[in-house]
């Protein structure tokens, strides 16, 4: 996989097949990204369980916070590692040691570690570095377009609402 280059239908195929995402690096304070993201996250329908040690046993947005994947309890489709490129590393070896395993690892803006993922796309698990699911998901549904930003997406067909809440578009898209 070119890790600098992602088909908007790869990143589309992952965003609608998880539902499960465990975001380690989950921040209680509103101003964090990973705040936003997890609100963002939660607000289109996924289960994003917040992993954390320093907030570890509190409620994040109505969701219990984790201390470590490994005590996440059931499966998990997708970690999303919100912290630096050097931590990516171990998270991911923590991910590979989960049963059963997860079918994404997600590394966040700015976010990239190759050896990781190479380790990862070992075992069959797919792998997206330095990119935002909150910008994607925004981008390929076409929500990004309503503040003017060009999501280089055409397409004459009717975009689809996603059924909850106001002006929240689904992922079935061109």
Not at 74 to 84: A, L, S, T, Y
Request: proline share 7%.
């Amino acid at each position: 996989m070119d890790h600098s280059n992602y088909p908007n239908d790869y990143i589309r195929g992952i965003l609608n097949s998880v539902k499960t995402i465990a975001l380690v690096g989950a921040s209680a304070n509103p101003a964090r990204p990973s705040w936003i993201v997890t609100k963002y996250l939660l607000e289109r329908g996924y289960d994003v369980i917040p992993v954390n040690p320093g907030i570890a046993g509190t409620e994040l947005l109505g969701k219990k916070v984790y201390g470590s994947l490994a005590e996440v309890p059931g499966p998990i489709d997708m970690v999303e590692i919100f912290r630096n490129s050097e931590a990516a590393g171990p998270i991911t070896d923590e991910a590979l040691a989960l049963d059963p395993l997860p079918k994404v690892i997600w590394m966040q803006l700015s976010v990239r570690n190759d050896e990781a993922a190479a380790k990862a796309e070992a075992t069959g698990i797919k792998v997206v570095m330095d990119r935002c699911p909150k910008i994607e998901f925004g981008r390929l549904s076409g929500e990004i377009s309503w503040q003017g930003v060009n999501s280089r997406i055409l397409s004459s067909k009717k975009p689809v609402l996603s059924g909850k809440g106001f002006q929240k578009l689904g992922l079935n898209r061109p």
